[in-house]
């Protein structure tokens, strides 16, 4: 039995890149080594001009990653200003640097209100919208980081580039 995705991709929610087909969407944890594979595979498939429409959802697993939380909701307050692919691509950059003051020095870099940035870490203000993506990886089946839907159904390949790459190819063969 194949998982399938829950719930379907949503455009006005989704953190979503690309367009078209092929859809890779990946939940992940800015503080899971594996993760930051995959998502170096996925920056490399995009520089090569591989075509497809790229997803990322939360699913932080808290209980051995302790800075995944607040990454995720630091992701979601850069959204909330119009920045969550510059926060996305910082956090895996410097994966091994996730404190709090890690992330507002981020915020710092990449332009942010840095007083709106701190409220919303305070209170919470992104909990919920982390904890909605956290929720639907696990009603697709998730246990672990990365989950990787392609269109819609659950992938079990690797997340190396190469397989990926065949993976996302209509003919299953390498594209340039």
Known sequence: ?????????????????????????????????YTRIAYRSVQAL?????????VFRHFP??????????AAEASEAATAQERFWPMHDLLFRRQKALERADLERYAAEIGLNGD??????????????????RASALAGGAGGTPTIFLD?????????RAELRRALSPSGEENA
Do not use: K, N, Q
């Not at 995009?46 to 790229?54: H, K, N, Q, T, Y």
């Not at 808290?62 to 800075?67: Q, T």
């Open 116 to 133: 709106r940035f701190r409220h919303d870490l305070d209170a919470h203000v992104h909990l919920d919208r982390v904890e909605a993506d």
């Open 1 to 33: 039995m194949r998982a399938i995705l829950v719930p379907e991709i949503v455009e006005a929610r989704d953190h979503v890149r690309g367009s078209g087909r092929p859809t890779l969407l990946v939940y992940g944890d800015y503080e899971c080594p």
């Open 46 to 54: 995009e520089a090569d001009g591989v075509a497809f429409r790229f």
């Open 152 to 160: 819609g159904l659950r992938y079990r390949g690797s997340y190396e």
């Open 61 to 70: 697993l808290v209980e051995i990653h302790p800075h995944a939380l607040a």
